[in-house]
């Protein structure tokens, strides 16, 4: 064992930003997971009604938000009375600590 310094899972593919969804209609989670993972964002459920999503990683930030707000509309357009909130957002750290 040698000390490295920094593991390779840092710089994972994954490390996209993160962030939270909270559906007013819980039974449509499975419905939104699914519809966000044809789009290529990777979801889990955190909770009941509250999912974590992860926003692909090419995307640069603003460029992510942007995807992700018109994906929910599209979504939300398709199922009238809908709502999805937003919980806030997780980025990787990457401030090199």
Not at 58 to 72: H, I, N, S
Request: charged share 30%.
């Amino acid at each position: 064992m040698h000390g490295g310094g920094h593991s390779p899972a840092t710089k994972h593919r994954f490390a996209a930003m993160r962030i939270q969804l909270r559906l007013n209609e819980p039974e449509l989670v499975d419905d939104l997971l699914d519809y966000l993972r044809r789009r290529e964002c990777v979801g889990t459920v955190v909770e009941r009604g509250v999912i974590d999503v992860a926003l692909p990683h090419e995307l640069d930030e603003k460029q992510a938000w942007m995807e992700l707000d018109l994906y929910l509309r599209v979504w939300q357009s398709l199922h009238p009375g809908t709502r999805v909130e937003t919980l806030g957002a997780h980025r990787p750290i990457d401030r090199g600590d």
